[in-house]
């Protein structure tokens, strides 16, 4: 990863990949909803039971002996499902909704709005899924106690066992294991959330994120060693996270603040619904603009992109209208909204272009490519007047 204070540049082109609809979504289930939150699983996750049967089944164990694995791992795969519901509760608390909980071979991850920027904040909602495994392996050591023997309690093993046993240790490993301080894992959100509360917001995400990359190598290099399949998949996996983290969290605070009329297309061609095919082919031809508002008389009823107009060639629509190879707007946008949040809903909404309104009327277009190029030249400016700091009083740069 590059340092912080490198230009915006550096990290731009690897904006797409916070998109918060991402791998995790792809290919996952609806199995439920709890406490108003829907839960997903992700194929993978099946993946990893049909492997955990043939695994017993290979090395001579009994259908029995292989059920009770796979319950085990159910039972598990339960408590983390709480645990999620831990974090998003917790942030239910402060006024952060969660979207969705979709559960992996690797654990889970609980879709929130927005991550809580007040540090103490973050601390609650950080701790909270830990603290929902300590509840649980609490509550199953109580049971064992109360119900059984001392020695159902240490009787640990592998194959056969107390499940509870098992069970309680299990949740007292996932709070652990979670509380390392490996951003973006709950650890290091907690690490996060301490550099905050006395640095800025930004750096702390970096030197959490530095911290926490430099956990994915240990992960990685003690599952070269141990042959541990899981270790390096995880150390992938929280060497992305942290580095995407921190990417989000820089780009947002560049964008913090401004209006979207800072970024926004003022130059543009527009097309009528009842204009031919051709006449959008000319403007792709002749000008740098691919995306157009279209409008009736002056109405805008939709936007042509230069996808739409390649598809109608493919399908061999050519003599089609504009106005029926159009797409629906997504929404469109004042100019005075704020270019963080306008930015943060194209890319969960999977638009790459808006209109510009102001009192009703379309005064530019905002696009995921300007807002990048935007970006780039205050990033330049920024090394400019920290370099030339004379230079920039004289000309009195924004």
Excluded at 102 to 117: F, N
Excluded at 313 to 321: D, S
Excluded at 363 to 388: C, D, F, P, Y
Aim: proline share 4%; charged share 15%.
């Amino acid at each position: 990863m590059a340092p912080f204070g490198e230009p915006v540049p550096k990290f731009l082109g690897k904006c797409r990949v916070l998109k918060r609809k991402g791998f995790f979504m792809r290919w996952s289930g609806r199995i439920g909803q709890v406490a108003g939150i829907d839960i997903y699983v992700h194929w993978t996750f099946w993946v990893l039971i049909l492997w955990l049967l043939g695994v017993h089944l290979i090395h001579g164990q009994s259908v029995q002996t292989a059920l009770e694995g796979v319950g085990l791992i159910f039972a598990v795969f339960a408590c983390v499902v709480l645990h999620e519901l831990g974090h998003a509760l917790a942030a239910r608390r402060f006024g952060i909704q969660t979207r969705d909980i979709t559960i992996l071979p690797i654990g889970g991850v609980a879709r929130l709005e927005r991550m809580p920027e007040e540090p103490a904040q973050e601390l609650w909602v950080a701790l909270a899924g830990p603290m929902v495994n300590l509840v649980i392996a609490a509550g199953i050591f109580a049971v064992l106690a109360l119900a059984f023997s001392w020695a159902s309690i240490t009787d640990l093993r592998l194959l056969g066992g107390n499940f509870l046993t098992k069970l309680m240790v299990i949740n007292v490993g996932l709070a652990i294991f979670n509380l390392l301080p490996a951003f973006p894992m709950d650890g290091g959100r907690v690490v996060r959330a301490l550099l905050a509360s006395r640095f800025d917001y930004a750096q702390a995400t970096q030197w959490a994120a530095t911290l926490g990359q430099a956990m994915a190598f240990l992960f990685g290099a003690v599952g070269l060693l141990l042959g541990n399949f899981w270790l390096l998949f995880i150390a992938l996996f929280v060497y992305l996270g942290a580095q995407q983290e921190a990417y989000a969290v820089q780009i947002r605070s560049v964008l913090r603040g401004v209006p979207v009329r800072s970024a926004m297309i003022t130059q543009f061609r527009t097309l009528s619904a009842d204009d031919p095919l051709q006449r959008a082919l000319d403007e792709l031809i002749s000008g740098y603009q691919q995306d157009f508002p279209v409008l009736e008389g002056q109405q805008l009823v939709g936007l042509l992109t230069r996808s739409d107009v390649l598809r109608a060639l493919t399908e061999g629509r050519r003599e089609a209208r504009v106005g029926d190879l159009m797409r629906q707007i997504c929404h469109a946008v004042d100019d005075l909204d704020m270019l963080e949040t306008t930015y943060q809903r194209m890319q969960e909404g999977q638009c790459p272009v808006l209109p510009v309104l102001r009192a009703g009327s379309l005064v530019g277009l905002i696009t995921l490519e300007n807002i990048a190029e935007w970006m780039m030249i205050q990033s330049a400016l920024a090394a400019g007047r920290k370099a030339h700091p004379s230079f920039h009083d004289t000309f009195g740069w924004q």
